[in-house]
């Protein structure tokens, strides 16, 4: 892996939706890097993509960043960067980002179609062993804004958790519609969670678990 691998970058910056929750989730990140023993750098700036220094960093989160948030030299650093073995994880609106580059949508695995207004809803845990599921009950009552997508990421992704469509109003994907994933994009460790919407999820121990173990299936300690 490149890098010193307990360096990680989180990127936050926004040129559509911006979610007043990002500030929170920066806070959160930064405590549990320290807890887990990682350094965490947050940013908004894309100059950090511009110049080979992202080599510093063993993992990149995209924290509810949304729209264009790179320029063309910019994402081919991160390409390259991420094509070395770094470890990369989206949250939330990252599936909101950098629509016109097929590179991004295949690394993260889905892309954005639209959801309804947040509400409570039920989470249903598939894989009971991974590190940013394993804490949660089978199935998890959560608040949140439920994105669909514009083609399901199953086939291609490991699901790690979906919402259960019957427990709120206005799903758009039916039956198995996923939440959270991990896969492999070539030499890249990937996870992504859709979940994130609201300030409140990032003083909640379980969805802070959620996050911790996500971070820690991409980069490890050093």
């Given at each position: 892996?490149?890098?010193?691998?307990?360096?990680?970058?989180?990127?936050?910056?926004?040129?559509?939706?911006?979610?007043?929750?990002i500030?929170?989730?920066?806070?959160?990140?930064?405590?549990?890097?320290?807890?887990?023993?990682?350094?965490?750098?947050?940013?908004?700036?894309?100059?950090?993509?511009?110049?080979?220094?992202?080599?510093?960093?063993?993992?990149?989160?995209?924290?509810?960043?949304?729209?264009?948030?790179?320029?063309?030299?910019?994402?081919?650093?991160?390409?390259?960067?991420?094509?070395?073995?770094?470890?990369?994880?989206?949250?939330?609106?990252?599936?909101?980002?950098?629509?016109?580059?097929?590179?991004?949508?295949?690394l993260?695995g889905a892309?954005?179609?639209?959801?309804?207004?947040?509400?409570?809803?039920?989470?249903?845990?598939?894989?009971?062993?991974?590190?940013?599921?394993?804490?949660?009950?089978?199935?998890?009552?959560?608040?949140?804004?439920?994105?669909?997508?514009?083609?399901?990421?199953?086939?291609?992704?490991?699901?790690?958790?979906?919402?259960?469509?019957?427990?709120?109003?206005?799903?758009?994907?039916?039956?198995?519609?996923?939440?959270?994933?991990?896969?492999?994009?070539?030499?890249?460790?990937?996870?992504?969670?859709?979940?994130?919407?609201?300030?409140e999820?990032?003083?909640?121990?379980?969805?802070?678990?959620?996050?911790?173990?996500?971070?820690?299936?991409?980069?490890?300690?050093?």
């Amino acid at each position: 892996m490149p890098g010193h691998p307990s360096r990680v970058l989180i990127y936050s910056r926004t040129t559509a939706y911006r979610h007043e929750s990002i500030t929170h989730g920066v806070a959160a990140l930064r405590e549990l890097c320290l807890e887990s023993g990682l350094e965490a750098e947050a940013t908004e700036s894309p100059d950090v993509f511009e110049s080979s220094g992202l080599g510093v960093y063993g993992g990149v989160v995209f924290l509810s960043t949304s729209g264009d948030v790179l320029t063309a030299r910019g994402r081919r650093n991160l390409q390259a960067h991420l094509g070395g073995g770094a470890g990369f994880m989206g949250v939330h609106s990252a599936a909101c980002t950098e629509y016109d580059w097929p590179y991004f949508g295949e690394l993260l695995g889905a892309r954005f179609a639209g959801h309804p207004p947040p509400q409570p809803g039920c989470v249903v845990v598939e894989d009971r062993d991974h590190p940013a599921t394993a804490h949660l009950p089978e199935r998890w009552r959560h608040t949140d804004e439920w994105y669909d997508f514009t083609a399901t990421p199953r086939g291609s992704v490991n699901v790690l958790a979906s919402v259960d469509e019957d427990s709120y109003q206005g799903g758009g994907m039916g039956a198995g519609h996923p939440v959270a994933w991990e896969h492999r994009h070539g030499a890249t460790p990937v996870f992504y969670t859709s979940l994130g919407h609201a300030p409140e999820a990032y003083a909640d121990p379980a969805f802070r678990a959620h996050l911790r173990g996500g971070l820690l299936s991409v980069v490890r300690p050093g």
